[in-house]
């Protein structure tokens, strides 16, 4: 069984930083990992990508101000979140595919982790 742990979440002032890590356990074969996010009242929505040969991809609202990476070894993720808004307040939740031992595919998500932007 697969388990992503997250942590880095918290209260930042506008303008700050913040880089949230996730962490696979238990994958044989990891593919994409990302970051989705949901504020109260709407729906989750993807944030950024990251492809097992760190292709990435972002949401209009994030680029240049987010960046996603990978340590393939370590089956970690990382988002560095630069420039954050009171906008950018949600849960954050990683989230990880690929395959298991005997070639099953999986796909999970972590607990998520709350990032609020505010004065």
């Known amino acids: 069984q697969v388990q992503l742990m997250e942590s880095g979440g918290g209260l930042v002032q506008p303008g700050g930083s913040l880089t949230l890590s996730c962490a696979a356990s238990?994958?044989?074969?990891?593919?994409?990992m990302g970051w989705y996010r949901q504020a109260p009242g709407k729906e989750r929505e993807l944030v950024a990508v990251?492809?097992?040969?760190?292709?990435?991809n972002y949401a209009e609202s994030v680029k240049g101000r987010f960046t996603i990476s990978r340590d393939n070894a370590e089956n970690t993720a990382y988002l560095q979140m630069n420039s954050l808004k009171a906008e950018d307040t949600a849960v954050y939740y990683c989230?990880?595919?690929?395959?298991?031992?005997?070639?099953?595919?999986?796909?999970?998500w972590g607990q998520g982790t709350q990032v609020t932007v505010s004065a």
């Open positions: 238990g994958a044989f074969s990891i593919g994409a």
């Open positions: 989230y990880a595919n690929g395959v298991l031992e005997g070639r099953r595919p999986f796909a999970e």
């Open positions: 990251v492809h097992r040969l760190s292709s990435t």
